[in-house]
């Protein structure tokens, strides 16, 4: 059986009048993800293990019928505060991902209009229950929420 190739994501959200510092002051806590997320109402560290692992949880899926939480345990695989950025891989979960075939990076970037930019960029193996346009939709809908909350936080609209 030929496996199919990887998906490769890149999504872009602008975080108006907002340093990369001060974005990525926001960005750079691994475990806050519950804060800047739609839909993630748990993010915590998992206690008990040597690396440094999330639980992040979702609401309820409504492709589900309403009854199941999707979650995920993610590992920071790489940490660089003066690039101000992170990668991290999925481990156990039940998202329809494989374990060990997702990498994703988050990294904050000062833009040309005096504000920041935040990039996530995704590899991975095709995921059961998913496509290429559903999940690249996901990732640009929730880094644009993302970016808005930060917006609102930074200027203290929030």
Request: include cysteine; charge should be negative; glycine fraction near 8%.
């Amino acid at each position: 059986m030929e496996q199919e190739p990887k998906w490769e994501f890149k999504a872009i959200a602008k975080v108006k009048e907002s340093s990369a510092d001060q974005v990525w002051g926001l960005l750079q806590d691994f475990f806050s993800l519950a804060k800047w997320f739609p839909g993630i109402p748990v993010c915590r560290k998992v206690e008990g293990v040597s690396d440094i692992v999330r639980y992040c949880e979702t609401a309820l899926d409504p492709t589900s019928g309403g009854d199941t939480v999707r979650w995920a345990n993610e590992k920071l695989i790489s940490f660089d505060p003066i690039g101000r950025a992170y990668s991290y891989g999925l481990e156990e979960n039940n998202t329809g991902i494989e374990p060990g075939s997702y990498l994703g990076m988050m990294k904050v970037v000062s833009d040309s209009d005096h504000g920041s930019e935040i990039m996530w960029n995704v590899v991975m193996d095709p995921a059961e229950g998913w496509d290429q346009v559903a999940f690249l939709s996901f990732l640009e809908f929730n880094l644009q929420a993302m970016a808005k909350r930060m917006e609102e936080v930074i200027h203290g609209s929030h």
